[in-house]
């Protein structure tokens, strides 16, 4: 039987289990209004390290440890690894496999790798070639910050369209079977560029990515916005969220009241200073370990889409005047009742 | 790229812009200018200290932006001068206090890939842009004088 549904989408017969989740973040996201929900909450930004980078790791193989515990298992238990984050050469990821020794695929999809990853991940347990897939994602502010932008500490004025790059780190161990929520579709979406070319503002950059991929999911899946209890988009941010909502509505499809965006979840907008919200690879990552699944455990939602976006550019790309293209993939969960 | 696309793109980033949420244009301003004026009122103080003492005008002025400098660079170290940026823009960048802030940033980011590849190679990223250009108009401005006013 084809597991190919439509134009882009694939659907699991066997759909894989989330075994286990693990979120680790910094200290602004543990005051959000989510900050309950995380597995650790760290108290300052550089964690003792002598880098911004080699804290990004520390996040990273934490949550990933925490993942492989929690679901009463050992690294060797792992057939793949599959990480990816913001960094140059996704460093992150690469130097977590390197603790972690568990053969890895090294990801990058910006701040769309968390579904990347499970969609990835999946397919690889419902091919039957492995049985357990860890997926870990992570950014951090101030490593984000010195790549793409200015050194740390200075002193410079952000734009309202600006987002704030979550620091924290979230892994997902998939399986075959258990109680856990299952993965049952994914639509891996195409790179999109609409022409815009401001690197503050890149919820409008992302926003028709999502659009898109939402509108292809649905086509594709002959579902209506209302088969899910909530569609969330990864980090579209007060700009490009309400702009992904008028896109689609455009083409005819109504969003829900509870189509929301894990940018504008993790942070207090009005009290965290963060402009239009959060952003990275992180963002998406600790509020689906943390809250999401959280939430699907207990039953509070039943069905869920998420739809992590990427701006898939460089510093080197923007400064040469190339617009920003930008990709979304969607992952849908449902746990069986 | 076809016409349709070029369109179907403009169309875009018009509502894009439509959706943009305005800069508090009012409000920066006049932090800035508060904020900046306050810097330039310390400076001003410690030069009036400075000629008190009996310092020559030349020596005080040079002082005074050392002292500026110290203050920028040590606000910067503490983890403050970020902060004095983001709400004051402009107001605390003007100043030689921001001028310290744009080389102490760096030297303190790039520190961690060392003395030479790091701090050496990448203390001017932010204030070379201005000093290049501080520099190429000084020149423009000296050879306008040179070739009409100055006979």
């Given at each position: ?234 980090d579209l941010g007060a700009v490009g969220h ?96 | ?107 303190m980011e790039y520190k961690r890939e060392g ?37």
């Amino acid at each position: 039987m084809p597991k190919w549904l439509g134009q882009q989408t694939v659907t699991f017969y066997q759909p894989p289990v989330v075994l286990s989740t693990a979120s680790v973040v910094g200290p602004k996201e543990g005051e959000g209004p989510l900050g309950q929900y995380f597995d650790v909450v760290k108290g300052d930004r550089l964690l003792g390290q002598k880098s911004w980078e080699l804290a990004e790791k520390m996040l990273c193989e934490e949550a990933c440890d925490s993942a492989i515990k929690k679901a009463g298992l050992q690294p060797s238990d792992v057939d793949f690894f599959l990480a990816g984050d913001l960094l140059n050469q996704i460093i992150t990821a690469n130097f977590s496999a390197e603790t972690l020794g568990v053969p890895f695929l090294g990801l990058f999809g910006a701040c769309s790798t968390l579904a990347e990853g499970l969609a990835l991940g999946a397919m690889l347990i419902d091919g039957g070639f492995a049985s357990k897939v860890l997926v870990g994602c992570s950014s951090h502010h101030d490593t984000a910050e010195r790549q793409y932008r200015y050194p740390t500490e200075l002193g410079v004025q952000r734009p309202p369209t600006a987002q704030w790059t979550v620091t924290g780190a979230g892994a997902v161990l998939l399986g075959t079977s258990g109680p856990g929520p299952r993965i049952t579709h994914a639509t891996i979406g195409k790179v999109i560029s609409m022409g815009i070319k401001d690197p503050s503002d890149l919820g409008s950059a992302m926003a028709p990515a999502a659009a898109e991929t939402i509108w292809q999911h649905l086509q594709d899946a002959g579902r209506t916005p209302d088969y899910y209890d909530a569609i969330v988009t990864g980090d579209l941010g007060a700009v490009g969220h309400p702009l992904c909502r008028k896109l689609l509505s455009d083409r005819g499809v109504t969003m829900p009241e509870s189509f929301n965006d894990c940018g504008l979840m993790i942070y207090d907008r009005a009290k965290q200073r963060v402009d239009a919200g959060g952003s990275g690879c992180g963002c998406s990552a600790v509020v689906f370990t943390g809250y999401l699944v959280a939430r699907l455990i207990a039953r509070q939602l039943t069905r869920l889409l998420l739809v992590p976006t990427g701006a898939l550019f460089s510093p080197t790309s923007w400064q040469q005047g190339q617009a920003i293209p930008a990709v979304a993939h969607a992952v849908a969960l449902e746990i069986p009742s | 790229m076809n016409q349709s696309e070029q369109q179907r793109q403009r169309a875009y980033q018009r509502a894009a812009q439509a959706m943009q949420p305005r800069r508090p244009l009012f409000r920066n301003t006049v932090v800035a200018f508060l904020v900046g004026g306050l810097i330039c009122v310390v400076g001003q103080l410690f030069l009036w200290l400075l000629r008190s003492r009996g310092l020559p005008p030349k020596e005080a002025v040079a002082l005074t932006s050392g002292i500026m400098i110290f203050w920028g660079a040590l606000l910067t170290g503490l983890g403050a001068y970020d902060n004095l940026g983001r709400i004051a823009g402009m107001g605390a960048a003007l100043p030689i206090t921001g001028f310290a802030n744009s080389m102490t940033s760096p030297a303190m980011e790039y520190k961690r890939e060392g003395y030479v590849l790091g701090v050496g190679a990448r203390l001017f990223t932010v204030a070379g842009p201005v000093i290049v250009y501080g520099l190429v108009s000084a020149s423009a401005v000296v050879l306008i004088r040179w070739l009409f006013l100055a006979r």
